[in-house]
């Protein structure tokens, strides 16, 4: 099993960046699709980005984070980050990683999760 470690959130003024870390202990991520989500307080668990397993040659991303956010994968550190630029207040949430057998956008394809990083983004 793969265990998850996000890393990387913490309070940001709109229009600055931060980088999200996904670590895995023990068992490596080479051969796992990996995705990030989000969750705002009172609000449901969104798709952010995912990428393909492997060289991570294919990505997806929410139409809301698309051309700000980019996603990657080191699998040597058997990590993936989340680079996010151009934060927007409504970016607040608390950021989970998780991985599965299947490169998707659907929460329910992936079977490791993390327990999330809280993202703030202010006016």
């Known amino acids: 099993q793969v265990q998850l470690v996000e890393a990387g959130g913490g309070l940001v003024q709109a229009g600055g960046s931060l980088r999200l870390s996904c670590t895995a202990s023990g068992r490596t991520l080479r051969s796992h699709a990996m995705g990030w989500f989000r969750q705002a307080p009172g609000k449901e668990r969104e798709f952010v980005a995912a990428i393909s397993a492997e060289t991570g040659i294919y990505t997806h991303y929410a139409d809301s984070v698309k051309g700000r956010f980019a996603i990657s994968r080191d699998n040597a550190k058997d990590t993936v980050y989340l680079r996010m630029n151009s934060l927007k207040p409504e970016d607040t949430a608390v950021y989970f990683c998780?991985?599965?057998?299947?490169?998707?956008?659907?929460?329910?394809?992936?079977?490791?999760w993390g327990q999330g990083t809280q993202v703030t983004v202010s006016s």
């Open positions: 998780a991985a599965g057998p299947t490169f998707s956008k659907i929460a329910d394809r992936y079977n490791n």
